[in-house]
């Protein structure tokens, strides 16, 4: 018994000066290489009308010490500029940052004139501990204008799609979402048409308060129907409504599809149908009123 006490005592001996000769010998120390700084976003949009912001950030171990981030901007590359102090202003471009995140504020400056949306881009151009920066170190910001005059019909809709194949039981609900084409201020392209990932191109003529959309115009069906089209739904086609068609039906429907928009944002497009190209097979077609969210 009494050497079994013993050669306990021996071994907890033993191990004790196995610990201390460890932690003599290897110190547990943290690796400085990971101590980073970065920006925690690639991109941002913010409308002319609001404020936004994005995060800088440093990582670490407790106790590392805070680091002042300096910011820079640029517009190398970029088609239509933002200017700092004209069309827009930073909360800072020299950052104090402890372990964790910082936001920075951006406020465009708003004006009564459409001058189209600008970018510029915000680099991590220092830091005064000279921590390393993640390849993650810039930010491309865009200003949205909000004078442009199509913008009562920019948005994302819901859109009731009545079916003539079978109304009420075939009817269909999207949702559509519209956007600004860069290089003409009277176009919009239309996502999420018939469920759609692929966008058309409408017109909008705000005299005559109404939207073309050219037929065809090709759409992603998705689910195995990814050539799909929507076509002006002719007579010939709205007998039919869903079923297989010819390809003279289809050449007849390749006139403008055309419908009317309204100053509160609605848009009532009707006689659109919906094609699967690869089986010339009419999905259906519709009377659609779109309401603005």
């Known amino acids: 018994m009494m050497k079994k006490i013993i050669m306990n005592f021996c071994m907890l001996a033993v191990t004790l000066l196995m610990v201390t000769s460890c932690d003599d010998n290897y110190p547990i120390m ?5 101590i980073v700084v970065g920006i925690s976003a690639s991109s941002l949009s913010v409308k002319e009308n609001a404020t936004g912001s994005f995060n800088v950030y440093l990582g670490g171990v407790d106790g590392t010490e805070a680091t002042d981030i300096v910011l820079e901007i640029s517009v190398n590359g970029i088609a239509s500029p933002a200017v700092e102090g004209t069309d827009f202003t930073l909360s800072s471009k020299n950052v104090n940052t402890p ?6 504020t951006v406020t465009p400056i708003d004006n009564s004139t459409f001058n189209g ?26 200003l949205v204008d909000d004078e442009h005059p199509l913008k ?6 819901t859109v009731a799609a009545v079916s003539y194949g079978s109304p009420g039981e075939w009817d269909e609900e999207w949702t559509v979402t519209t956007a600004p084409v860069a290089s003409d201020v009277t176009k919009l392209t239309m996502t999420g048409i018939a469920g759609s990932s ?27 129907y990814d050539n799909t089209s929507v076509y002006y739904a002719t007579n010939e086609l709205l007998a039919i409504a869903s079923g297989y068609v010819t390809t003279g039906m289809l050449s007849a429907a390749s006139q403008p599809i055309t419908g009317t928009i309204e100053a509160n944002g609605t848009i009532k497009i009707d006689k659109m149908c919906i094609i699967l190209d690869d089986y010339v097979y009419a999905w259906d077609c519709f009377n659609t009123t779109w309401t603005k969210n």
């Open 30 to 34: 943290y690796d400085e290489a990971n």
């Open 99 to 104: 372990v964790g995140v910082k936001a920075v």
């Open 117 to 142: 949306n600008k970018q510029f881009v915000v680099k991590i151009a220092s830091n005064s501990k000279n921590y390393p920066v993640t390849p993650q170190d810039s930010i491309k910001i865009t």
């Open 152 to 157: 009562a019909w920019i948005g994302t809709y």
């Open 198 to 224: 692929e966008a058309v191109v409408a017109t909008l003529n705000t005299t005559t308060m109404t939207v073309t959309i050219a037929s065809p115009s090709s759409i992603n069906g998705g689910e195995g």
